[in-house]
């Protein structure tokens, strides 16, 4: 099993950048696709991108591409979130996850306990 805490979230007015941090622990990083999902109040969980065991590949939904960016260290074993250009609507409690699983597939097993992100206009 997996262990993922984030870090980085915080208050930034729209337009502005907030990068994430996903440090994960007990077990060989690269044995799994990394991912993250927001979840904003009354809303159902979305899934934002995900990257390859190799960090050479990624997705993203069509509500971030463009202005989020996901990378992973694999010699530090974290993930980040890039998010630039935010706007209002991407306020939410952001949450890291993991998976064996192909990195596009909404289907991951492992989760940490989230970071809020507020966006002001």
């Known amino acids: 099993q997996v262990q993922l805490v984030e870090s980085g979230g915080g208050l930034v007015q729209a337009g502005g950048s907030l990068r994430l941090s996903c440090v994960a622990s007990?077990?060989?990083?690269?044995?799994?696709?990394m991912g993250w999902f927001r979840q904003a109040p009354g809303e159902n969980r979305e899934f934002i991108t995900g990257?390859?065991?190799?960090?050479?590949?990624?997705y993203y939904a069509d509500s971030v591409k463009g202005r989020f960016t996901i990378s992973r260290d694999n010699v530090q074993n974290i993930v980040y979130l890039q998010m630039n250009s935010l706007k209002p609507e991407d306020t939410a409690v952001y949450y890291c996850?993991?998976?064996?699983?192909?990195?596009?597939?909404?289907?991951?097993?492992?989760w940490g306990r989230g970071t809020q992100v507020t966006v002001s206009s």
């Open positions: 996850a993991a998976t064996v699983n192909y990195y596009s597939i909404n289907r991951y097993d492992w």
């Open positions: 990257i390859s065991k190799n960090g050479l590949n990624a």
């Open positions: 007990g077990r060989t990083f690269t044995d799994y696709s």
